[in-house]
T-cell receptor, first 110, second 113 residues
Framework: GENVGLHLPTLSVQEGDNSIINCAYS??????FIWYKQESGKGPQFIID?????DKRQGQRVTVLLNKTVKHLSLQIAATQPGDSAVYFC?????????FGPGTRLSVLP | DAGVIQSPRHEVTEMGQEVTLRCKPI?????LFWYRQTMMRGLELLIY????????DSGMPEDRFSAKMPNASFSTLKIQPSEPRDSAVYFC???????????FGEGSRLTVL
C-alpha cells in the first residue's frame, strides 16, 4: 500500500526500547477503536482493539490506552523489534463506519 | 481462509480509460468496504455494502466512480473515465458486521498517466 509519506509524523526508537504511538480522535460518540499496522506494499493489518467502556487493553507486546476525557488513544509496543517498523493507524467507529487517523511511521533503529 | 483478495495488484492506464478493480471478501463476512489511500488524504472510505446492498456512497468522489456487489463473494469498483488524480492505492476490506473489525486486502495500486 502507499503509506502516507512525506507528511507523516515519524517515531524513531532503538530496537528493544518501548514505543508509544499517540492518536487524537475526533468524535466523543465513538465507541470502538482499532489500531492497524501497515507495512510497505501491504494492506492495514489489525493489531488490537478497545471499546469505549474500557480504558486499557493488553495484547501480546502491545497495550492500548483510551482516555475519553481528552479523546486520546495510544498504542504501546514493548521491546520494539525491527519487524515493528511500519505505519500505524488508529481508527474510530461511530455511527456506521470507521474513520482512520493520518498515521504515524515507526522506524526501529538497530 | 485466504483473506480478502483484490485484483489487479497494479494497474497503469492512460487518462480516459476505464478501470475496473475487483474484490473477493472473506467468506461469511456481511460487510464490504472500498477505501482509497493517497499521500495527501490518507485512507478515505469511498463506499460500503451490507449484505450486498450499498449503504453509504457519500465518499465516492464523483459520478465517474461506481461500485457494485452482485453477490456476497464479489465486488467491483469502476472508474470511467479515469483521470491522473485518481492515482492511488485502492483497498477493499470486509467485516463480519457493519461495525466489526475490518480485514483488508493487499490493495490495487492505480496509476493514471
Amino acid at each position: 500500500g502507499e503509506n502516507v509519506g512525506l507528511h507523516l509524523p515519524t517515531l524513531s526508537v532503538q530496537e528493544g526500547d518501548n514505543s508509544i504511538i499517540n492518536c487524537a480522535y475526533s468524535n466523543s460518540a465513538s465507541d470502538y477503536f482499532i489500531w492497524y499496522k501497515q507495512e510497505s506494499g501491504k494492506g492495514p493489518q489489525f493489531i488490537i482493539d478497545i471499546r469505549s467502556n474500557m480504558d486499557k487493553r493488553q495484547g501480546q507486546r502491545v497495550t492500548v490506552l483510551l482516555n475519553k476525557t481528552v479523546k486520546h488513544l495510544s498504542l504501546q509496543i514493548a521491546a520494539t523489534q525491527p519487524g515493528d517498523s511500519a505505519v500505524y493507524f488508529c481508527a474510530e467507529n461511530y455511527g456506521q463506519n470507521f474513520v482512520f487517523g493520518p498515521g504515524t511511521r515507526l522506524s526501529v533503529l538497530p | 481462509d485466504a483473506g480478502v483478495i483484490q485484483s489487479p495488484r497494479h494497474e497503469v492506464t492512460e487518462m480516459g480509460q476505464e478501470v475496473t478493480l475487483r474484490c473477493k471478501p472473506i467468506s461469511g463476512h456481511n460487510s464490504l468496504f472500498w477505501y482509497r489511500q493517497t499521500m495527501m488524504r490518507g485512507l478515505e472510505l469511498l463506499i460500503y455494502f451490507n449484505n450486498n446492498v450499498p449503504i453509504d456512497d457519500s465518499g465516492m468522489p464523483e459520478d465517474r466512480f461506481s461500485a457494485k456487489m452482485p453477490n456476497a463473494s464479489f465486488s467491483t469498483l469502476k472508474i470511467q473515465p479515469s483521470e491522473p488524480r485518481d492515482s492511488a492505492v485502492y483497498f477493499c476490506a470486509s467485516s463480519r458486521t457493519r461495525t466489526g473489525e475490518l480485514f483488508f486486502g493487499e490493495g490495487s495500486r492505480l496509476t493514471v498517466l
